[in-house]
């Protein structure tokens, strides 16, 4: 500022008491709160490492059980009126709107998401997917699928560890709307607000086996997938998953959608507003610390202005605050797991071994914990691993184009086909560039912006079906 | 096909060449080979090009190659294209009705309500061309100062397995929605009964589709399909030709680049010809702030 003035903030934390954090949680199956037959295991805090809870997981045994509540609830539950079925989501969207405090320090504390991201994006939209899907609950008929469309049974849905309650909502709140009875399983790393909203749910009144919710990992996600009392499966997560889970589901064919990952590229033309570009540019990568499948990973910069905005862009970053996620003045929080850390650190350094040039802002990052410096790549090219591979960390590769064919040669040139942003102020490119971009998602002078109104899914191999919007019923209806 | 007539006994008739149509040309196979098409009875009727694998990987980048006109063309231009079509093929119908017959050993009055109810979809389909963005679209009323709307896009390169029969209107039934989205097409005609296919594609070739747009291959389903379901630069599957016991294998293949497969349901009322069509486009969403 030039001021002298100290224009540091004083630290702001979010009491962790809020979190209601219990010694252990449970599965739920059946309506009832009950230790799984698998191992249990500590979740870890990734801001420091340390425990937060034990969870008791799920064992294929507790598939079965959850299989056989959920069959035999889906008859009921399915020939309830869609009005009915309405009220118990609405009530679930209250809840966790009037539990939102709690919900959204308890994801940060699980997931490392900066407090304000999880109390200002997570939580309210997590409760707004329920409020909308409710809506529908009655009005299937008009939905455009025909007079009477029927649900599609159980469904098995696998969720990420990136926006873990979020991602609950936009699985469970439009299958239950549609009339299907629902197996959820969170993410490893992340079960906490998923079994809280187990909790919400069974306060909600839902009748029992409804909605049955199984913490644990991988071979609790292919005994989902490979039960054959299940009709739909529902993923979110990488593609190299998704690709097995196609794979098998191959013989049984059950239906599928799949939302996996991305490589987006976000475009900045050079009569961009370059102020708001580097905002979204920041949103784009550095929201929810990269671990976003719909993240602007690449950065695709005219020519004439990349100087200026990759100046501009470290001059931003300079003021990015990273550390405490339950400080409500942090930007970027840790990163959720050793695992992802590792993945993004050698990734990252493939980045600079391959000759790109890295840079980070000078930050301090926690000595304990799982931490990842935000991190801008220039000079670099499209055979780079960093600007083919789906990193999923704070770390931007910046490429430069001279024509909008090139941009979009550019922007396409990826097996992906998630998202992509537009920056400029010329409203015919926009319509144009939306129109050539092979993603399910474009941003136009704005970016990671999400509303359960919004159908969301992939092009290509980052996945088919669309959650969100009229469009997100037609995954859970026998159409 | 159908037998001389008595003052033509001293005329020999022209016999055809079953050729495959590939990037808006007649090639022969590749490889050289054909095979011969019976009819039920076991006479000769033709023999067709046996389609190879490589075949399949020149039809796929004519198909390619074609979709970026083909999607980019407007809904209006795509419908007359396809209406087009159904002009000239209503000039065939007698040939394409011997062929069914032939093939198919039905009767005659059957044959012809096969073809025409094959002409007849592509007058449907040519009018969905310019109004299924209405109905699969939507302006979606987000919490905040966005406009924001979806729109349908076609998928890419759709390859299709027709069914073995009705042979005419089993292939036209399938390809006609794909490629009325702006998708372009590499099409396996039913095995045993192509003749019927192959002279379909003879009335595309000079019609105002656009080379590759539709790319059509004969030979042996059990041969090609794999490389068809395996291929990288094909993005959709319609296996609803197939009987589920062939399909398993063909899914896991597709799984390779997350290609989107279609089986089908049962019908053939206008719901289920609409969800053909909405099969095998992509929903994008867009997203612009509102304000002064």
Same mark, same amino acid.
């Given at each position: 500022m030039g001021t002298g003035m100290n224009l540091d903030y004083a630290p702001a934390?979010?009491?962790?008491?809020?979190?209601?954090?219990r010694p252990a949680y449970q599965a739920f199956i059946d309506g009832t709160f009950r230790d799984g037959r698998g191992e249990a295991i500590k979740t870890l805090n990734p801001a420091d490492g340390t425990p937060l809870a034990e969870v008791s997981q799920a064992s294929p045994a507790d598939?079965?059980?959850?299989?056989?509540?959920?069959?035999?609830?889906?008859?009921?539950?399915?020939?309830?009126?869609?009005?009915?079925?309405?009220?118990?989501?609405?009530?679930?969207?209250? =809840?966790?709107?009037?539990?939102?405090?709690?919900?959204?320090?308890?994801?940060?504390?699980?997931?490392?998401?900066? $407090?304000?991201?999880?109390r200002d994006v997570d939580i309210p939209l997590a409760a707004a997917h329920f409020f909308y899907y409710a809506g529908w609950a009655d009005k299937l008929d008009c939905a455009g699928f025909g007079p009477h469309p029927q649900p599609v049974g159980v469904a098995g849905q696998i969720i990420p560890w990136n926006f873990p309650l979020l991602m609950a909502a936009w699985k469970i709140a439009p299958a239950l709307a549609c009339g299907n009875t629902v197996?959820?399983?969170?993410?490893?790393?992340?079960?906490?607000?998923?079994? =809280?909203?187990?909790?919400?749910?069974?306060?909600?009144?839902?009748?029992?086996?409804? =909605?049955?919710?199984?913490?644990?990992?991988?071979?609790?996600?292919?005994?989902? =997938?490979?039960?054959?009392? $299940?009709?739909?499966?529902?993923?979110?997560?990488?593609?190299?998953?998704?690709?097995?889970?196609?794979?098998?589901?191959?013989?049984?064919g059950q239906r599928l959608s799949l939302e996996l990952g991305g490589k987006g590229a976000n475009i900045v033309f050079d009569d961009a507003p370059i102020d708001q570009a580097i905002e979204g540019i920041v949103t784009g990568i550095f929201f929810n610390q990269g671990q976003v499948c719909c993240a602007g990973s690449r950065l695709l910069v005219q020519e004439s202005v990349a100087d200026e905005v990759v100046a501009s862009l470290r001059q931003r970053l300079l003021t990015l605050r990273v550390g405490d996620p339950l400080d409500k003045n942090t930007d970027i929080g840790a990163i959720n797991s050793a695992e992802q850390l590792a993945r993004i650190t050698s990734l990252a350094d493939a980045g600079e071994a391959e000759g790109a040039s890295r840079w980070s802002p000078p930050c301090e990052l926690p000595a304990r914990g799982y931490w990842f410096a935000p991190t801008v790549f220039t000079g670099v090219s499209q055979a780079h691993r960093i600007?083919?591979?789906?990193?999923?960390?704070?770390?931007?590769?910046?490429?430069?184009?001279?024509?909008?064919?090139?941009? $979009?040669?550019?922007?396409?040139?990826?097996p992906y086909g998630l998202s992509a942003g537009v920056w400029t102020e010329k409203g015919s490119r926009i319509l144009a560039m939306a129109k050539e971009l092979r993603a399910g998602v474009v941003w136009a002078n704005t970016f990671n912006r999400f509303d359960p109104a919004s159908p969301f899914g992939g092009y290509k191999e980052s996945g088919f079906g669309r959650e969100g919007g009229r469009h997100g019923l037609e995954a859970y209806l026998d159409v | 096909m159908s037998e001389p007539t008595p003052e033509q006994q001293d005329r020999l008739p022209v016999r055809k060449t079953y050729k495959l149509y590939v990037g808006g040309a007649f090639p022969r196979s590749e490889s050289g080979r054909s095979y011969p098409v019976t009819s039920p009875s076991g006479v000769v009727l033709a023999h067709v090009a046996q389609a190879s694998r490589k075949d399949v990987r020149d039809a796929v980048r004519a198909a390619r190659a074609a979709f970026t006109g083909w999607a980019?063309?407007?809904?209006?231009?795509?419908? *007359? +294209?396809?209406?087009?079509?159904?002009?000239?093929?209503?000039?065939?119908?007698? *040939?394409?009705?011997?062929e069914v017959r032939a093939t198919e050993a039905c009767s005659l009055s059957?044959? %012809?309500?096969? +073809?025409?109810?094959?002409?007849? %979809?592509?007058?449907?389909?040519?009018?969905?061309?310019?109004?299924?963005? *209405? +109905?699969?679209?939507?302006?979606?009323?987000?919490?905040?100062?966005?406009?924001?709307?979806?729109?349908p896009e076609p998928t890419g390169v759709v390859a299709v397995i027709a069914p073995p029969r009705p042979s005419l209107l089993g292939i036209v039934n399938a390809?006609?929605?794909?490629?009325?989205?702006?998708?372009?097409?590499?099409?396996?005609?039913? *095995?045993?009964?192509?003749?019927?296919?192959?002279?379909?594609?003879?009335?595309?070739g000079p019609s105002d589709l656009p080379a590759g747009v539709v790319n059509i291959l004969t030979g042996h389903t059990?041969?090609?399909?794999?490389?068809?379901?395996?291929?990288?630069?094909?993005?959709?599957?319609?296996?609803?030709?197939?009987?589920?016991?062939?399909?398993?294998?063909?899914?896991?293949?597709?799984?390779?680049? +997350?290609k989107r497969v279609y089986t089908g349901r049962p019908g053939s009322d206008n719901r289920h010809a609409l969800s053909r069509l909405l099969a095998f486009v992509e929903t994008k969403t867009v997203w612009h702030p509102t304000g002064f």
């Open positions: 934390p979010e009491s962790r008491d809020l979190a209601r954090l598939v079965d059980d959850a299989v056989v509540a959920a069959r035999r609830a889906f008859g009921p539950w399915s020939r309830l009126s869609g009005a009915q079925r309405g009220k118990y989501l609405f009530r679930i969207a209250r =809840v966790i709107q009037e539990r939102s405090r709690e919900l959204a320090v308890l994801e940060s504390l699980d997931n490392g998401k900066p $407090i304000r991201e999880s197996i959820l399983k969170p993410a490893e790393t992340t079960p906490l607000t998923a079994l =809280v909203l187990a909790e919400i749910i069974a306060e909600a009144g839902l009748p029992p086996g409804v =909605v049955n919710i199984l913490p644990g990992g991988p071979p609790i996600g292919q005994a989902i =997938v490979a039960h054959p009392g $299940i009709d739909k499966i529902a993923f979110t997560g990488s593609t190299t998953v998704g690709k097995a889970i196609q794979q098998a589901v191959a013989v049984s600007a083919r591979e789906e990193i999923f960390g704070p770390v931007l590769s910046v490429l430069t184009f001279r024509t909008p064919a090139e941009a $979009i040669e550019k922007a396409n040139n990826t | 980019a063309a407007t809904g209006y231009n795509r419908g *007359q +294209v396809l209406y087009r079509v159904a002009e000239l093929l209503e000039g065939r119908r007698d *040939q394409l009705a011997a059957l044959a %012809r309500a096969q +073809v025409d109810a094959a002409i007849d %979809r592509w007058v449907y389909y040519a009018g969905w061309a310019d109004k299924y963005d *209405q +109905v699969a679209g939507t302006t979606n009323p987000v919490s905040g100062a966005y406009f924001n709307f979806s729109v390809m006609v929605p794909v490629i009325t989205s702006g998708n372009t097409a590499v099409v396996l005609a039913s *095995q045993d009964h192509p003749l019927s296919a192959v002279s379909l594609s003879e009335a595309l059990a041969e090609l399909a794999p490389w068809l379901a395996s291929h990288r630069d094909v993005n959709a599957l319609d296996l609803a030709g197939l009987p589920e016991e062939d399909r398993a294998s063909l899914r896991i293949a597709a799984a390779d680049n +997350v």
